[in-house]
């Protein structure tokens, strides 16, 4: 089947880091997407891997194991806006389509 | 700047009305997607279009229907809304090819509609 898991909430301290775990079964990996989503808005676009390593823009980083079926968003510097829901996403096959995960609720604390 | 605009923000509609969601991108894009967010799940994908009249099913596509006549827009159909059809939409666009950042997708602001 195809799956992707992601820890529903966590909580960190603003100027912290903090890192978000996805993990994915699915047939015919094509990429995984990060996205930032605030309460009540549209999904914004954060990164993309597609081989596996590491990928810097920033304060966020994203990491990705093919053979482990996994990736991580790591944030530093943490701000107040970032607190915000992080979803994850994989490109299945040769087709347009994502799964996405549920999301992570990220909450942070002054 | 891509943009995707979704014609309303918040909808209210009574059981078994028919219900018309647009969205409209200025990117040229290839590729579009209807999608509903409710808390706790993922984003679940109603149905997708890679070209003009095209259209694919997506994992929910029951009680859907999409029209995509022109490029630039592309619509969802709720023939008679349900209560269980209250939740959050979102139109998304790509420019297309798997596997690469050309299938970044770029979501519009959402529809929250509520059936009564």
């Known amino acids: 089947g195809q799956n992707i898991d992601q820890p529903t909430e966590m909580t960190a301290t603003e100027g912290a880091i903090v890192q978000i775990n996805c993990t994915y079964q699915t047939s015919g990996f094509n990429g995984l997407f990060w996205y930032q989503q605030h309460a009540g808005e549209a999904p914004t676009f954060l990164s993309y891997?597609?081989l596996d390593g590491l990928e810097e823009k920033g304060r966020f980083s994203s990491f990705l194991s093919r053979s482990k079926g996994y990736s991580y968003l790591l944030l530093k510097e943490l701000q107040m806006k970032d607190s915000a829901s992080y979803l994850c996403?994989?490109?299945?096959?040769?087709?347009?389509?994502?799964?996405w995960g549920a999301g992570t609720k990220l909450i942070i604390k002054p | 700047d891509v943009k995707v605009t979704q014609s309303s923000r918040y909808l209210v509609k009574r059981t078994g009305e028919k219900v018309f969601l647009e969205c409209v991108q200025d990117?040229?894009?290839?590729?579009m997607f209807w999608y509903r967010q409710d808390p706790g799940l993922g984003l679940r994908l109603i149905y997708f279009s890679y070209d003009v009249k095209m259209k694919e099913k997506g994992d929910i596509p029951e009680g859907y229907s999409v029209s995509r006549e022109k490029k630039e827009r592309f619509s969802l159909i709720l023939e008679s809304a349900s209560t269980n059809q209250t939740s959050m939409y979102l139109c998304a666009s790509s420019l297309g090819g798997p596997g690469t950042v050309q299938n970044i997708q770029y979501f519009g602001a959402g529809t929250r509609l509520s059936v009564l």
């Open positions: 990117m040229d894009h290839e590729n």
């Open positions: 891997n597609v």
């Open positions: 996403a994989v490109c299945r096959g040769s087709n347009y389509q994502l799964i």
